[in-house]
């Protein structure tokens, strides 16, 4: 009789055993579970900041290129404009060296001291007119080499831009890849809750 009541003592302490061990392994399924939730949600957090950041990077990469494009479209008309309105005074400074100079042909028919004096006037409204064309090319290519400088700095913005655009994708990627990981382990630790009795 003794034996038995042991038996049956030994069997009652078992089972509160495993009872108890049972509900200290549900009791920690659920908190990996609460915590590998938790941490998804984090992640996924993340990972729309990090969206967000790349949405912002583009945009400041495609406001910059329209600017770098407007800006080289205003100094091409600029310089366009300066080019035609400078030769356009060369030219009429020219057509007045040319009208004086046919002046001092006819004089210098009339008399020589006075032909002298026109082809002398001639000259030098001949050389103020190359002397404004050699002036006209220097601007322009000053101001082509400006637009050049400024072109190649917007350019080097720009790479620059991509070069972090690239660094929150990776960081993006990253991120997805560990929410990816902790969803499957979220679904094994599901998995061994649900199989255990």
């Known amino acids: 009789m003794a034996e038995v009541q042991h038996y049956a003592s030994t069997e009652r302490s078992l089972r509160l055993a495993a009872d108890t061990a049972r509900q200290v392994a549900q009791e920690e399924a659920e908190a990996s579970r609460e915590a590998a939730q938790q941490a998804i949600e ?3 957090e993340a990972e729309a900041h990090a969206r967000q950041q790349l949405f912002e ?70 050389a103020t007119a190359q002397r404004v064309v050699s002036e006209a090319n220097a601007t322009l290519s000053r101001e082509r080499a400006e637009a050049r400088a400024s072109l190649s700095r917007e350019r ?3 790479d620059r831009l991509r070069t972090e655009l690239t660094a929150t994708r990776t960081r993006a990627d990253h991120l997805a890849a560990l929410s990816d990981s902790l969803r499957a382990q979220l679904v094994q630790s599901q998995a061994t809750q649900s199989e255990t009795p």
């Open 156 to 158: 080097a913005e720009v």
């Open 42 to 44: 984090r992640m996924e």
């Open 57 to 126: 990077a583009e945009q400041q990469i495609a406001a910059i290129q329209a600017e770098r494009d407007e800006t080289v479209e205003r100094l091409r008309v600029e310089a366009q404009q300066q080019i035609e309105e400078m030769r356009e005074q060369a030219r009429a400074d020219m057509a007045q060296a040319q009208a004086a100079t046919d002046e001092a042909v006819e004089q210098a028919s009339k008399a020589s001291a006075r032909a002298n004096e026109a082809e002398a006037l001639a000259r030098q409204q001949t």
